[in-house]
């Protein structure tokens, strides 16, 4: 650990003399904390990350619409459009290399639940399902049936390793949370946690911001930071020692997520492809989400705001969008593609500007708790990587059946747990009733086919099927073809082996 008079002399060479401003009011246990922290921090590459926050936050958008083209068909498979028997021979594949323990799920869980208002990890959020299941054990109960699934296939006995990477604020409560939940069943030496980087927040003048009078507001580095996380922390060696080949990684708060899809897997491999993005058509031209393009030939994902509205608007001779594939945060890479990217590019991710409201204390030690915005944080995406790839892939799903993330709080016009619930229960519904099921409302009248109801109403049932007991939709008929079921109806193991018995 460097001393006070080596981290005094190399702030001051930073710009940064203010950090230690209220060191002579701090306790000795305040400083040595203080001391470790900084220790710990990037001194020499600190002047420069806050001048180049300063320039990007300054930077305007780019104007990209005379640069950009849409992903050919070619490099697309799709859910609705691609043959039914690809999608056959792509899910036996996937189910292949998972039945062979060379796929790995990974699950970007640095945030936690502050616009929801909760403090915790978002992960450990309960939507208000009939089982109270939060998003943690219906993500691990979906790895833990797809495994099944596989094994059944093949007659072996495969793992999925779970790699989760959390930051300083989710770490140890996760931690917590599955251990007191006996990892939900799952074999707690193939969940890897590990933590990202966090950095430090900056002012509009390029100042580091102080939290406290001895602790410097940070933040995470993005799900970007994914790339130099797996190095720290020895992940990629760690999937090397499994046999892990593929790796899915896909962002904790997506309650529709299929962990592991094999379909997905599947193309992915049938196409050699080292990289591959799962996206949803687009609701309509202005929606808020990023689009998966090419930009002078290279793929990337173009934000909303660097579209030019009359470019957004374009459709094609169908009437559908030309810029349509929504990114979801839902990738595939191998593992060759992610060493490269350790070894090669992840020092070139671009940084993006968060402007945020960073509590501080101010040059008199009051504590303040800004109204506006204060801050820059900069971060970098996981999707960053694209461009690097030498054969990358889109593979177009459903939003009702794949895609309901989880951001505001109720009262929020969207993606509440409001409405990630209902868009559960909703799929839900359409599985019992595509099984042959006919549902009740609670006055005992037959809902129709079209009763599963649309993610932001209140769905006319309550019917909520555990992973455990079908991963995504199979093996539905034999339990509840041609029963009729009152609501609210829960499936759950128990009651899989009630109807089985009947």
Same mark, same amino acid.
Not at 151 to 160: A, E, L, S
Not at 389 to 397: A, D, K, L, Y
């Given at each position: 650990?460097?001393?006070?008079?080596?981290?005094?002399?190399?702030?001051?060479?930073?710009?940064?003399?203010?950090?230690?401003?209220?060191?002579?009011?701090?306790?000795?246990?305040?400083?040595?904390?203080?001391?470790?922290?900084?220790?710990?921090?990037?001194?020499?590459?600190?002047?420069?990350?806050?001048?180049?926050?300063?320039?990007?936050?300054?930077?305007?958008?780019?104007?990209?619409?005379?640069?950009?083209?849409?992903?050919?068909?070619?490099?697309?498979?799709?859910?609705?459009?691609?043959?039914?028997?690809?999608?056959?021979?792509?899910?036996?594949?996937?189910?292949?290399?998972?039945?062979?323990?060379?796929?790995?799920?990974?699950?970007?869980?640095?945030?936690?639940?502050?616009?929801?208002?909760?403090?915790?990890?978002?992960?450990?959020?309960?939507?208000?399902?009939?089982?109270?299941?939060?998003?943690?054990?219906?993500?691990?109960?979906?790895?833990?049936?797809?495994?099944?699934?596989?094994?059944?296939?093949?007659?072996?006995?495969?793992?999925?390793?779970?790699?989760?990477?959390?930051?300083?604020?989710?770490?140890?409560?996760?931690?917590?949370?599955?251990?007191?939940?006996?990892?939900?069943?799952?074999?707690?030496?193939?969940?890897?946690?590990?933590?990202?980087?966090?950095?430090?927040?900056?002012?509009?003048?390029?100042?580091?911001?102080?939290?406290?009078?001895?602790?410097?507001?940070?933040?995470?580095?993005?799900?970007?930071?994914?790339?130099?996380?797996?190095?720290?922390?020895?992940?990629?060696?760690?999937?090397?020692? !499994? +046999?892990?080949?593929?790796?899915? #990684? @896909?962002?904790?708060? %997506? *309650?529709?997520?299929?962990?592991?899809?094999?379909? =997905?897997?599947?193309?992915?491999?049938?196409?050699?492809?080292?990289?591959?993005?799962?996206?949803?058509?687009?609701?309509?031209?202005?929606?808020?989400?990023?689009?998966?393009?090419?930009?002078?030939?290279?793929?990337?994902?173009?934000?909303?705001?660097?579209?030019?509205?009359?470019?957004?608007?374009? !459709? +094609?001779?169908?009437?559908?969008? #030309? @810029?349509?594939?929504? %990114? *979801?945060?839902?990738?595939?890479?191998?593992?060759? =593609?992610?060493?490269?990217?350790?070894?090669?590019?992840?020092?070139?991710?671009?940084?993006?500007?968060?402007?945020?409201?960073?509590?501080?204390?101010?040059?008199?030690?009051?504590?303040?708790?800004?109204?506006?915005?204060?801050?820059?944080?900069?971060?970098?995406?996981?999707?960053?990587?694209?461009?690097?790839?030498?054969?990358?892939?889109?593979?177009?799903?459903?939003?009702?059946?794949?895609?309901?993330?989880?951001?505001?709080?109720?009262?929020?016009?969207?993606?509440?747990?409001?409405?990630?619930?209902?868009?559960?229960?909703?799929?839900?519904?359409?599985?019992?009733?595509?099984?042959?099921?006919?549902?009740?409302?609670?006055?005992?009248?037959?809902?129709?086919?079209?009763?599963?109801?649309?993610?932001?109403?209140?769905?006319?049932?309550?019917?909520?099927?555990?992973?455990?007991?079908?991963?995504?939709?199979?093996?539905?008929?034999?339990?509840?073809?041609?029963?009729?079921?009152?609501?609210?109806?829960?499936?759950?193991?128990?009651?899989?082996?009630?109807?089985?018995?009947?």
């Amino acid at each position: 650990m460097l001393s006070f008079e080596q981290l005094k002399q190399r702030l001051e060479s930073a710009g940064q003399p203010h950090v230690l401003q209220f060191w002579s009011e701090l306790c000795e246990e305040d400083r040595d904390t203080f001391l470790q922290e900084l220790s710990q921090l990037d001194l020499k590459g600190l002047k420069d990350h806050c001048e180049g926050a300063v320039r990007a936050a300054d930077s305007p958008s780019a104007n990209l619409d005379q640069h950009i083209q849409p992903v050919p068909p070619e490099s697309i498979g799709s859910v609705r459009k691609s043959d039914k028997s690809c999608l056959a021979e792509w899910e036996n594949e996937g189910l292949l290399q998972i039945s062979q323990s060379r796929v790995g799920v990974l699950l970007l869980a640095g945030g936690q639940g502050t616009r929801l208002g909760v403090q915790y990890p978002k992960g450990m959020y309960n939507v208000g399902l009939p089982t109270g299941k939060t998003l943690y054990q219906i993500q691990a109960e979906r790895i833990y049936k797809i495994q099944e699934l596989s094994n059944r296939k093949h007659g072996c006995k495969c793992t999925i390793p779970w790699y989760i990477m959390t930051s300083e604020f989710t770490l140890a409560p996760t931690e917590k949370f599955f251990k007191e939940n006996n990892y939900f069943d799952l074999d707690p030496s193939n969940i890897v946690m590990f933590e990202q980087r966090m950095i430090p927040a900056v002012t509009f003048d390029g100042k580091v911001i102080l939290q406290g009078k001895g602790k410097i507001a940070m933040a995470p580095d993005g799900n970007g930071g994914l790339y130099q996380a797996l190095v720290d922390n020895n992940v990629l060696e760690d999937m090397k020692k !499994r +046999g892990v080949e593929y790796l899915h #990684v @896909y962002c904790v708060d %997506n *309650i529709l997520v299929k962990m592991a899809d094999p379909v =997905f897997i599947g193309f992915c491999v049938n196409r050699g492809a080292d990289c591959g993005a799962k996206v949803v058509e687009k609701a309509y031209p202005a929606e808020p989400v990023g689009v998966v393009c090419k930009v002078q030939g290279v793929s990337q994902v173009v934000e909303y705001s660097e579209f030019q509205p009359q470019t957004a608007e374009l !459709r +094609g001779p169908g009437g559908e969008l #030309v @810029y349509s594939a929504g %990114n *979801i945060c839902n990738h595939l890479f191998t593992r060759a =593609f992610l060493q490269d990217v350790a070894e090669k590019f992840k020092d070139q991710l671009k940084q993006h500007v968060a402007l945020k409201k960073v509590p501080f204390v101010d040059s008199c030690g009051n504590h303040v708790k800004p109204t506006k915005p204060n801050g820059i944080k900069m971060e970098k995406f996981v999707f960053d990587v694209f461009p690097f790839s030498r054969n990358f892939v889109v593979f177009e799903v459903v939003r009702e059946d794949e895609f309901s993330p989880l951001k505001n709080a109720d009262g929020a016009a969207t993606d509440t747990p409001t409405t990630a619930r209902n868009s559960l229960l909703a799929q839900h519904c359409r599985w019992a009733m595509a099984a042959g099921a006919t549902l009740l409302d609670e006055h005992g009248n037959t809902l129709p086919p079209a009763g599963s109801a649309s993610a932001g109403d209140s769905p006319p049932t309550q019917c909520e099927i555990s992973p455990l007991v079908s991963y995504f939709g199979e093996g539905l008929e034999k339990l509840l073809g041609g029963r009729t079921l009152p609501t609210p109806f829960i499936l759950d193991e128990k009651r899989a082996k009630e109807l089985q018995a009947q």
